[in-house]
């Protein structure tokens, strides 16, 4: 059987891809920070089924030593500082996981077995002010975050060790996709979760920042499928993941609004403080060479979506969680 190693395995992707592999046959290994605390909540129910390694993207050794032990064949980079207004907050740490974090592990890889295939999760935040619409792989990029910036120099570094050493290296462009595992400081399962508290009755009122900015949307599932597929071609390549159709925060809202019954306006609020710094308005992906050469479509839609986040957290909120 293949082993595989992803960074950020607790995460909504990590924990996604765990399952996806599992059911391929592989052998998984994923790797988790040392901490105080550890919050595997998203991959406890796979705890018997993974093996855990620790290392950090910050620490060249401890990569070194998670390629030895876990002996992949394939390795996912999805481990990031990714809250975009964070990386405002935080930019030097942004900067040191989601740039010079993607340095190291390549050089570890380069190290260790250029035999591997290596995944890089790049991001829709690096075409930001938009120079083409809709965005596809030859789109330049705009950033408007450090977060952006940061995952620029993940992609480039990405595409120059592919280059240069000649590694099956890829990266996926991925468009915003979430899902009920999404953490709630996003601003799709922060509507979702709110929704769910306000029908059930614990919750007053719904906060907002810019509801007119407009995103890419997809379920997160469906995503990782795409990821799996750039490694099993016979050339390493980049592809943009998306589903080629914008939607706005506001609407957003108000579909999960009218999906328990409720009118959106009567509980949601604007508040300026919550614009960033300098705004993304629209993002929206061109997937035709995903759909052409990797065969990858999605297969839920936005109002799926939509309504498969707030049910989730219907059920949370009932169990009173």
């Known amino acids: 059987m293949p082993n595989a190693l992803i960074t950020g395995v607790t995460g909504q992707d990590g924990s996604y891809l765990a399952e996806f592999l599992l059911e391929k046959g592989y052998t998984v290994f994923g790797v988790v920070r040392r901490a105080s605390t550890e919050n595997f909540e998203r991959i406890e129910h796979l705890r018997d089924r993974i093996n855990l390694v620790q290392a950090d993207l910050l620490d060249q050794l401890s990569l070194i030593e998670a390629l030895e032990e876990s002996e992949p064949n394939e390795v996912y980079n999805l481990a990031a500082q990714s809250f975009v207004p964070t990386s405002w907050k935080q930019p030097v740490l942004t900067a040191e996981f989601d740039a010079v974090g993607v340095t190291r592990l390549l050089e570890a890889i380069r190290t260790v077995d250029r035999r591997i295939r290596y995944y890089q999760a790049s991001s829709s935040e690096m075409f930001g002010k938009v120079l083409e619409v809709p965005q596809r792989e030859t789109t330049p990029f705009y950033p ?125 609020k604007t508040d300026p403080a919550l614009h960033r710094p300098a705004e993304v308005d629209q993002l929206i992906g061109d997937p035709s060479r995903a759909h052409s050469t990797l065969g990858w479509r999605p297969e839920v839609d936005f109002p799926g979506l939509v309504r498969m986040m707030v049910d989730a957290d219907r059920e949370r909120v009932r169990r009173g969680e």
């Not at 996926?172 to 029908?199: C, M, Q, W, Y």
């Not at 939607?247 to 009567?266: C, I, M, P, T």
């Open 144 to 268: 408007r975050s450090p977060y952006g910036v940061a995952k620029v120099y993940g992609h480039f570094i990405t595409v120059n060790y592919r280059e240069s050493y000649d590694l099956f290296a890829c990266a996926g462009i991925l468009f915003n996709h979430e899902s009920p595992r999404r953490g709630k400081e996003f601003v799709t399962r922060k509507i979702s979760d709110a929704v769910a508290r306000i029908v059930e009755g614990v919750q007053d009122e719904l906060v907002l920042g810019n509801i007119n900015a407009e995103r890419d949307w997809g379920f997160a599932g469906d995503y990782i499928r795409a990821m799996w597929l750039m490694l099993q071609q016979e050339e390493p390549s980049d592809y943009v993941v998306a589903t080629g159709e914008t939607h706005s925060v506001r609407e957003f809202a108000q579909l999960a609004f009218d999906h328990v019954g409720l009118e959106w306006e009567k509980y949601v």
